[in-house]
């Protein structure tokens, strides 16, 4: 296959004091699914950006085996953490066999208090996806330990808790995603694009295959790159239509061009005022 021809990545000079996004998603892509737009947006300020797959996606396709399958997943990590400057961490837990246990608790209180982040991203305890909900849970059950020296006690606690903020989905049992942030990515959405891009194994092969279109993936490197940003676009779509009362609450025309990023504030973890809000999800509307 040709290779698509990256746009350059530059950051800009934040006129703002330099924040630290910590992302944990379950999967090699996760982040690129449920939070690209952000990111990106954090990438380019000069933010310092981690992504974490708490998983080692092993078990996320068709026909490559586990262990092969594991090491693509790790370089296709790799590539999209680069594409914005970010590092990207593939963990050891098993795909599709995650539970929300003190091993997992213990790893993501000790990657927070050593990353120290300023905004936490992840997904929500409740969620199709059984690794998806053991993060979220993990996640939750980490927010305010992180702040007890006598847990973990080999890594120094925080002295305060991060912001946690749960990533866009559109269940509604038990209960739905209630927007506190809303952002307009439309301008981060070809690079985010091209973060998902680098994940071949998922977007152009995997996934595909497990909707039944995987005879409608393009050949070419160009072409899939087009594909793929009709994919987002519909997932965008969904959203905007599953959100539709809280974008009109905002006084936001339902203009289908937007691309739009939804985000629950976390009541377990760290408290954020309009302006810490701001501050971490800048050009919210």
Not at 36 to 60: C, E, F, M, N, Y
Not at 84 to 98: C, K, N, R, S, T
Not at 161 to 170: E, F, G, T
């Amino acid at each position: 296959m040709e290779k698509l021809e990256d746009s350059s990545f530059e950051p800009t000079v934040s006129d703002t004091e330099s924040l630290r996004v910590l992302v944990f998603g379950a999967h090699p892509d996760d982040a690129e699914v449920y939070a690209p737009g952000l990111i990106v947006r954090h990438a380019r300020l000069g933010h310092q950006v981690k992504i974490v797959s708490v998983t080692d996606g092993r078990s996320g396709h068709h026909e490559l085996p586990p262990d092969e399958l594991v090491r693509v997943r790790r370089a296709e990590a790799q590539r999209a953490g680069k594409r914005i400057g970010a590092e990207y961490a593939v963990w050891d837990f098993p795909d599709g066999a995650l539970e929300a246990t003190l091993k997992v608790r213990w790893a993501i209180i000790n990657e927070i208090r050593r990353f120290a982040p300023d905004l936490v991203l992840t997904h929500r305890p409740n969620d199709y996806h059984p690794d998806h909900r053991a993060v979220g849970t993990a996640v939750q059950d980490a927010s305010y330990l992180v702040t007890v020296p006598h847990i973990c006690p080999e890594v120094p606690p925080l002295r305060r808790d991060p912001v946690v903020a749960y990533m866009c989905d559109l269940f509604t049992r038990p209960a739905p995603l209630q927007p506190d942030v809303i952002l307009d990515v439309s301008a981060e959405f070809d690079l985010a694009v091209q973060m998902a891009a680098c994940h071949e194994s998922q977007f152009f092969q995997w996934l595909p295959w497990h909707d039944g279109i995987l005879d409608q993936v393009p050949q070419t490197a160009s072409a899939r790159f087009e594909w793929l940003c009709g994919w987002f676009s519909q997932l965008h779509q969904q959203r905007r239509e599953h959100f539709q009362a809280a974008i009109v609450a905002r006084g936001l025309a339902l203009d289908e061009q937007l691309v739009l990023e939804f985000y629950e504030v976390s009541q377990y973890a760290g408290k954020a005022d309009e302006q810490r809000l701001s501050r971490l999800f800048p050009g919210r509307l």
